[in-house]
């Protein structure tokens, strides 16, 4: 069996995640699931960072120590990644005794054959960010990435050395033209940091107390950079004798999916630890746009943050899913509000999925008791709604393949309205009042019935509570994307799928709701 590791970045744990945080846990449980449905072993990781100044500061703020904290933390990430209904295999954490250990053991190993040396550093650095920058880097004086204020910082810490790799880390994206997408983002990461050349990473820090311990001074802290990246072989088996069973099986990662945000710590930093370990890099990083509210990326000083449990607990976690996973475009920023959600649960969900649903079960039912064998009853109207179904698929297979994920749902919902105008074509309420019709009739509800149960199997890894209330309406357990020409149906009592919002109504209630809170 093919095998796919894909892995999330690991959230912050700082506190709770908003939608757009959220979107890239979805992202990757659409990835994972597709992968499962279409026959791969799939092991899906994700989890969080749990070290450093800010989250020590945090920590000292709620009168916790930082464990305390970071507990709680991590467990409120956790719970949001379960009410989106993500189906991940490890919930890795970066304060794991284990993760620790091999972190320790890479720092040794990296010191001892000369790639990490100690200095003195210099420079400014954010809090937020945890980030060193020179003072040509600052833009108008602030943190280049946040925009935030930077303080001058002095202190001893041990350096990587960026500018050995640097070369072959350049030659390895050039030659590898997938290893970094979407392409924008590779060339950003060539002209931008690795051309101008690397300067040696800070690794290391005396600053703050919380995080692991250089195993060979204990004065320092191994810092972010080797921590939290290389969590993606701490916990699949790796130390720094080659790793064990799982680690070859799983090693190298098939997909990184990450924040644009954080690329260049992924496509960066990241391959040239891997590069010093004499380890394979990840088969490909995909950096992911954001999801902006009002055109405006989401932060707590601005006020505009929708949480993902809020969302759930007013549309449903597929409804949710959908928004995300249809609306984010494949490289451009995508924008989410309640309006937007509404309309396209109404145009989407309720019109085109939903109301096909409801109506073919209910004539399943009104003519046919419910029964439906495939009579092969054929017309001209029949081939190219055929054809529609059997090429989806593979034009389904297409765009997950290039992680185009919006395009995919776009490929079935195409179907499901080919569905609907197959049913005003045909007409079955005129069908059924003409016996000699009958098997036509039964025919063309077996074709409709066929393409549901298929969308549904295509839509599971997007909606995958939404696929299994429509296999039970169908009363059926084929769960696969092949036509069956010689099936039958015994379909349950149709429950609707999803309802048409008020959309002024519901506006109304959630400013009632947010006036509250």
């Known amino acids: 069996m093919e095998k796919f590791y894909i892995a999330t970045a690991i959230a912050y744990a700082s506190g709770k995640p908003h939608i757009g945080n959220t979107y890239e846990i979805v992202l990757a449980d ?11 072993e799939v092991y899906f990781q994700t989890g969080t960072d749990e ?6 500061q945090k920590a000292l703020d709620a009168f916790q120590t930082p ?19 993500t189906s991940y295999d490890k919930f890795v954490r970066t304060t794991d005794v284990h993760h620790k250990e091999i972190v320790q053991h890479i720092f040794q190993k990296l010191y001892d054959q000369g790639d990490i040396y100690l200095d003195q550093y210099e420079g400014w650095y954010c809090t937020p960010c945890e980030s060193f920058w020179t003072e040509s880097q600052l833009v108008d004086g602030k943190c280049p990435d946040c925009g935030r204020d930077v303080s001058k910082r002095s202190e001893e810490s041990y350096f990587f050395r960026m500018s050995k790799y640097q070369d072959q880390l350049i030659e390895y994206i050039e030659s590898h033209p997938d290893f970094i997408k979407p392409e924008a983002r590779k060339n950003e990461m060539i002209n931008n940091f690795l051309k101008p050349g690397l300067q040696d990473l800070c690794v290391s820090r005396t600053s703050f107390d919380w995080g692991v311990r ?11 950079w080797i921590d939290a990246l290389s969590n993606y072989i701490t916990n699949i088996g790796y130390d720094v004798d080659g790793g064990n069973e799982t680690f070859k099986k799983w090693w190298p990662c098939d997909l990184h999916l990450i924040g644009k945000d954080i690329l260049r710590f992924h496509t960066i930093y990241w391959p040239i630890l891997l590069m010093a370990l004499d380890l394979p890099l990840p088969k490909q990083i995909f950096g992911h746009p954001w999801l902006l509210m009002n055109n405006d990326k989401m932060s707590k000083s601005k006020g505009n943050i929708m949480y993902a449990d809020d969302l759930v607990d007013l549309f449903g976690v597929d409804a949710i899913r959908y928004y995300l996973l249809h609306e984010i475009p494949f490289q451009n920023d995508g924008t989410i509000s309640y309006e937007l959600i509404m309309e396209r649960i109404n145009s989407d969900l309720a019109n085109v999925l939903g109301n096909l649903v409801n109506r073919t079960i209910a004539m399943a039912r009104k003519y046919f008791d419910g029964h439906i064998e495939n009579k092969k009853i054929l017309d001209s109207l029949d081939e190219e709604f055929l054809e529609s179904i059997s090429l989806m698929p593979r034009n389904v297979d297409e765009c997950m393949n290039k992680l185009e994920i919006g395009r995919a749902i776009d490929e079935v919902f195409e179907v499901l309205r080919k569905s609907n105008k197959y049913i005003d074509d045909t007409a079955p309420w005129t069908l059924a009042k003409d016996e000699a019709m009958k098997d036509r009739l039964e025919t063309v509800l077996y074709h409709l019935l066929e393409s549901i149960r298929i969308c549904a199997f295509e839509l599971s890894p997007f909606m ?54």
Do not use: C
Not at 51 to 56: L, N, V
Not at 214 to 224: A, E, I, L
Not at 488 to 514: M, T
């Open 30 to 40: 659409a990835i994972a699931r597709f992968k499962r449905n279409r026959g791969f």
């Open 214 to 224: 250089v195993p060979f001074n204990d004065k320092h802290v191994v810092y972010v």
């Open 67 to 85: 464990q305390e904290y970071v507990d709680h933390i991590s467990k409120e990430i956790q719970r949001i990644w379960d009410v989106m209904n």
């Open 51 to 56: 070290h450093g100044e800010k989250i020590e």
């Open 464 to 517: 995958p509570e939404t696929s299994e209330k429509i296999f039970k309406q169908l009363n059926s357990t084929v769960k696969n994307n092949e036509f069956n020409e010689n099936g039958s149906y015994v379909v349950s009592e149709p429950v609707p799928l999803f309802l048409r919002i008020d959309i002024a109504k519901k506006l109304e209630e959630i400013q009632a709701k947010n006036e509250v809170k």
